[in-house]
């Protein structure tokens, strides 16, 4: 889940099983939902977004679901690869923060090692 | 397509000196957004741009300063660089509004203030 302080949550996985990554919003405002994987050195890539108006979006090996209700974002990784180990960032277009609608707010991240 | 590209790649500067960072954005994205990332703050929005202006502005002291061109590429300048600067700086663009279109990142700039 979400890091509220200097540490980032970690995930561990065995290569071939599936990962689901969380992420708790904190604008019930935010209508748009982006995933973000960030390897070491690079800049984060885009995975995945998601609007409000959907509960559920799958990509390529990968599911976001949204659960509005609870304000809550998840990112399932099927068959996860030595490759996907990496940061994974939520990220969420909070309308409120500042009276803006130009900027995202990112979370702290998530750490997915996989082990082959 | 190509993407973000930033220049220069990594900078070593010491404090008091002053820097400017490089970012040219996808080809057809009018809107940058700049964002330094530390190991203990994560990313943190420090502007953005659409059409040479301004739109929004985090919370960062006046010595972080960016500008806009007529051909979207962007800038951004630290002024009397203080330790606590070193981070990676990150250019991401998007069409017009980052809350709404897809915003894509470059590799960064790894600033390192001695």
């Known amino acids: 889940g979400e890091s509220v302080g200097l540490h980032l949550p970690t995930l561990s996985v065995q290569e071939g099983d599936n990962s689901i990554i969380n992420c708790a919003y904190s604008?019930?405002?935010?209508?748009?939902f982006i995933w973000y994987k960030q390897e070491s050195g690079k800049g984060p890539q885009f995975i995945i977004d998601i609007r409000s108006n959907m509960d559920k979006r799958q990509g390529q090996r990968v599911t976001v679901l949204l659960n509005k209700t609870v304000k809550h974002l998840s990112l399932q990784i099927a068959a996860t690869q030595p490759g996907d180990s990496a940061v994974y960032f939520c990220a969420e277009n909070d309308w409120y923060s500042g009276g803006s609608n130009y900027k995202l707010t990112f979370g702290k991240g998530t750490l997915l090692t996989v082990n082959p | 397509k190509a993407g973000v590209t930033q220049t220069p790649r990594y900078l070593i500067k010491t404090r008091g000196q002053q820097v400017t960072l490089s970012c040219s954005p996808i080809s057809g994205h009018r809107s940058v957004s700049w964002y330094q990332q530390t190991p203990g703050q994560g990313l943190q929005f420090l502007f953005e741009?659409?059409?040479?202006?301004?739109?929004n502005k985090g919370n960062f002291p006046g010595r972080f300063s960016g500008r806009q061109f007529s051909n979207s590429r962007s800038e951004m300048n630290v002024s009397t660089l203080e330790l606590g600067d070193s981070a990676l700086y990150l250019c991401?663009?998007?069409?017009?509004?980052?809350?709404?279109?897809?915003?894509?990142f470059g590799p960064g700039t790894r600033l390192t203030v001695l």
């Open positions: 991401a663009s998007s069409l017009e509004k980052p809350s709404t279109d897809t915003q894509y």
């Open positions: 604008n019930s405002a935010s209508d748009y």
């Open positions: 741009y659409f059409s040479e202006t301004q739109r």
